[in-house]
């Protein structure tokens, strides 16, 4: 993988930022693995009625546009948080957007909350992102079984990492 682009920032989602958001997923199919409770094609008002259930919605900056997207699912003060949502700009994947702004939201849950622990939810057939999650010291905690909209059944593994992993992690070469 590619390092992320130097001038890669984030900052909070803002309203301007959402019909860019909406052209991250490029199939059903995408929008399913990265929100399962949308429906196709993602529209600006489903991504509006979503942000009064999340929490801390982030997007990843370059060259002033947004290109990455990722928020708090669910949030409980001073126990947990579960990272949502996290999706790329298609045209910028395997450039090291997705870890970029994982890693930013594991910081805000874990060093600027405060939480011992930080979660999330990925399914057995994104090996990109499993295998990124791992590299980030997440590691599964269980698996359920779940049906696709289109009738397959696919594997939903949550994964976790707790703050004293994440401080203790060794630290990137430059």
């Known amino acids: 993988m590619m390092h992320a682009p130097a001038a890669l920032t984030h900052r909070p989602l803002a309203d301007a930022d959402i019909p860019a958001v909406c052209r991250f997923p490029r199939t ?9 409770r949308a429906v196709w094609p993602l529209t600006p008002d489903q991504v509006r009625a979503s942000l009064a259930l999340r929490r ?7 060259d002033g546009r947004p290109v990455g997207y990722a928020n708090f699912a669910t949030f409980e003060d001073g126990r ?6 996290v999706s790329v700009d298609p045209s910028l994947r395997r450039r090291g957007i997705a870890e970029y702004l ?18 999330l939810y990925c399914f057995n057939t994104n090996t990109p992102a499993l295998l990124l999650y791992a590299k980030l010291g997440m590691a599964p905690v269980s698996l359920e ?26 630290t990137r070469a430059a």
Request: proline letters at 9%; a positive charge.
């Open 28 to 36: 059903a199919e995408e929008l399913y693995f990265l929100f399962p």
């Open 56 to 62: 801390d919605p982030t997007v990843a900056v370059l």
């Open 80 to 85: 947990t948080a579960n990272i949502g949502n």
């Open 102 to 119: 994982v890693r930013a939201m594991i910081d805000r849950a874990l060093v600027h909350h405060g939480l011992p622990e930080v979660t």
């Open 145 to 170: 079984g779940r049906v696709t909209p289109w009738g397959e059944p696919i594997a939903l593994f949550k994964l976790r990492l707790d703050r004293r992993s994440w401080a203790s992690r060794p």
